[in-house]
C-alpha cells in the first residue's frame, strides 16, 4: 500500500504540474506564479500527507476552475473574482443545479481525481525530514504563489462593514404615515435578466389594456448582478455607497410601519432567506414568505399569479407585496413550455422539464460561442414572450382590484448576448444594464392620486434615470409620506432635468458611463 501511496503522489504532483503548464501557456498565469507553483509542488513531495494535500487541492481545485471558466468565458478565476463572489453569495439551489450541466466531462474526471489521490497519498510519509527553514520557505512561497489568485474572491468575505452598521439597522425607524387615500394594495414585481428592447416588442400588444400604465424608456441598473441591483429598488441605499450592509431598513419596514402586512414570494426554498448575504438582509424585514417554486419543473413564474391571487382575495389588510420573479434567468431554455417556442433556431430542442437524462445530455455541449447567437437571442425572446404574458397577467390582477392597488415592474439588471462577443459574462454592453421598468395605478388608485404627482410621473418618463429613483417614488405613490424622504429621488415631486451620463459597475472597481459602453 505503500508503494501505492508513493506512486499517487507522484502522479497527483505530474497532473498538477501539466495542468498549470498548460495555464501557464495559454497566459492565464504568470511566469513567477507557475515557478513559485511548481516550487510548493516539488517540495511538499517530502512533506508528510497533510501539508502534501494543503498544496496539491486548493492548487489543483484552482486549476481546474480556470481551466473552466477559459473554455465557458475566456477568463482566468482571477478576472472572474468579483463574479464569482456574488455567485457564491447570491446563488440558491436552483441555480446551483441549474449551473452544474455547464461543467464538462473532463472538468468533472479532475476533480473526481481529487478525493480519490487525497484517500491514496495518507499511507506514505517520506524517511527524510526537512530543516524548518525549509518550512518557512515554503509557506511563504505558498501564499504567494498561483493560489494568491484567489485573494479577490476570498476579499468580500474577509471584508466586514462591522456591527455598527447592523446596530444602526436595527434601531432604524422610517417614522412614516399613509394618508387617507393611501394605497390598499402595493405590488413590486421584480425580474430577472428582462433587456428593455426585447421586454418593450413584447409587451407592446398589452399596452392598450392598461389605462394609467408609466414606462420608463430610458431606465438602467447601475450593477449587472442581482445581488447589488435589488437593494437600490428596495432601500434608500444609492450607488455611491459601496458598503456590503445598509445601515437603514427596507421598504418592507417603512410599509410596515405605515401599517401594512408585507409579503415577500420567492422561487426558492424559505432557508435561503436565512443566508446572510445583502439581500436577504433586506428579504428578512418582511413580514411573511410565500415559495412558489415548483420541484417538477423550471417554470416558477407561472404559479406567481395564484399565490398572489390568493393573498389579495383572503387578506384584507392593507399590504405591501415583493415578488422576485425567476425571469429570464440563464438557462434561457427552461424559462418557458414548448408552445412558447415560436423562433427557430432555437436551443430548446423540445425539453419539457429537466431529467436526470438531460442532465447528463448537457455535459456533452459545447459551450455557446458567438456564432450562436441566433440560436441564443431567438431563445431569448421565446423565454420573453412567456415572462411578459405572466408580467401582464399580474398587472390586469391588480388593476382589477375594487380597493386602490399600485402595480410596478422592474428587472433587477438586462444581460449581454455576443452584443461584444461574450454571453452574460462580462457585463460590458449596454444590453446589461438597459431595463424595463413601469408603474400601473388601477381606477381607484388613479381617482385618489393628486393630478400634480401624475403629470410629473408622466413627463418623466423619457428621462435619464436609474433604479435609485424607484423606492421614493413607490412610496410617494402609495400615498405614504415620511420625514427624511429626498423629494429629489421621487419622480412624482418634479419634471427632473436630465441626468447627463450615468456611471454604471461592470465589476467591483470597474466603473465607466453607461453612455460610453
Not at 476552475?65 to 440558491?92: C, G, T
Request: proline share 5%; aromatic share 14%; net charge positive.
Amino acid at each position: 500500500m505503500k508503494k501505492t501511496s508513493f506512486w499517487s503522489r507522484l502522479v497527483f504532483s505530474i497532473t498538477l504540474f501539466f495542468l498549470l503548464s498548460y495555464l501557464k501557456i495559454e497566459g492565464m498565469i504568470l511566469l513567477e506564479d507557475w515557478i513559485i507553483s511548481v516550487f510548493c509542488i516539488s517540495i511538499s513531495f517530502f512533506f508528510g500527507p497533510v501539508l502534501f494535500l494543503t498544496t496539491h487541492i486548493p492548487l489543483f481545485i484552482l486549476a481546474v476552475a480556470d481551466l473552466h471558466l477559459k473554455r465557458m468565458y475566456q477568463l482566468s478565476v482571477f478576472e472572474a473574482a468579483p463574479w464569482i463572489s456574488m455567485f457564491i453569495l447570491d446563488a440558491n439551489v436552483s441555480e446551483i443545479q441549474e449551473y452544474l450541466p455547464k461543467i464538462s466531462m473532463a472538468e468533472y474526471a479532475l476533480l473526481a481525481c481529487v478525493p480519490l489521490f487525497s484517500a491514496l497519498v495518507w499511507f506514505y510519509h517520506p524517511q527524510k525530514k526537512l530543516s524548518k527553514p525549509w518550512y518557512i520557505i515554503f509557506w511563504f512561497a505558498f501564499l504567494t504563489s498561483y493560489l494568491s489568485h484567489l485573494y479577490p474572491t476570498a476579499s468580500v468575505f474577509l471584508s466586514s462593514n462591522g456591527k455598527n452598521i447592523l446596530n444602526a439597522h436595527k434601531e432604524f425607524k422610517f417614522n412614516p404615515s399613509a394618508s387617507e387615500t393611501a394605497a390598499h394594495n402595493v405590488i413590486i414585481i421584480i425580474g430577472e435578466s428582462h433587456r428593455y428592447s426585447e421586454f418593450h416588442e413584447a409587451f407592446q400588444k398589452y399596452r392598450k389594456e392598461f389605462n394609467d400604465l408609466y414606462s420608463f424608456d430610458n431606465m438602467i441598473s447601475l450593477y449587472a448582478n442581482t445581488m447589488n441591483s435589488v437593494p437600490l429598488i428596495l432601500s434608500r441605499k444609492k450607488f455611491q455607497n459601496t458598503s456590503f450592509y445598509f445601515p437603514e431598513k427596507s421598504l418592507f419596514s417603512l410599509f410596515e410601519e405605515a401599517g401594512y402586512k408585507t409579503y415577500f414570494l420567492h422561487y426558492t426554498d424559505s432557508s435561503d432567506i436565512t443566508e446572510k448575504n445583502n439581500l436577504t438582509f433586506i428579504y428578512r424585514d418582511a413580514n411573511n414568505f410565500v415559495n412558489f417554486s415548483s420541484k417538477k419543473d423550471s417554470l416558477h413564474d407561472i404559479r406567481i399569479y395564484d399565490a398572489l391571487n390568493d393573498i389579495l382575495t383572503n387578506d384584507h389588510h392593507k399590504k405591501l407585496i415583493v415578488i422576485k420573479m425567476i425571469g429570464i434567468h440563464v438557462d434561457f431554455r427552461y424559462r418557458y413550455p414548448a408552445a412558447y417556442d415560436t423562433r427557430k433556431p432555437s436551443l430548446k430542442k423540445n425539453i419539457k422539464k429537466r431529467t436526470f437524462g438531460s442532465k447528463i445530455q448537457s455535459l456533452f455541449e459545447m459551450p455557446l460561442s458567438p456564432k450562436d447567437r441566433e440560436k441564443v437571442l431567438n431563445t431569448y425572446k421565446n423565454a420573453m414572450d412567456y415572462s411578459v404574458e405572466i408580467i401582464r397577467s399580474l398587472f390586469d390582477l391588480v388593476q382589477k382590484q375594487p380597493e386602490s392597488s399600485l402595480a410596478f415592474f422592474s428587472s433587477d439588471h438586462g444581460i449581454c448576448i455576443f452584443e461584444k462577443g461574450t454571453l452574460l459574462l462580462p457585463p460590458n454592453c449596454k444590453e446589461a444594464f438597459h431595463i424595463p421598468m413601469m408603474f400601473n395605478l388601477n381606477p381607484e388608485l388613479r381617482k385618489n392620486t393628486v393630478p400634480e404627482k401624475i403629470k410629473n410621473l408622466s413627463c418623466n418618463t423619457r428621462k435619464s434615470l436609474s433604479q435609485e429613483y424607484v423606492f421614493e417614488t413607490i412610496v410617494s405613490l402609495a400615498g405614504i409620506s415620511y420625514p427624511t424622504a429626498d423629494k429629489s429621488f421621487d419622480l412624482t415631486a418634479e419634471c427632473i432635468p436630465d441626468s447627463g451620463k450615468r456611471t454604471v459597475q461592470k465589476i467591483p472597481g470597474d466603473r465607466s458611463f453607461y453612455e460610453d459602453l
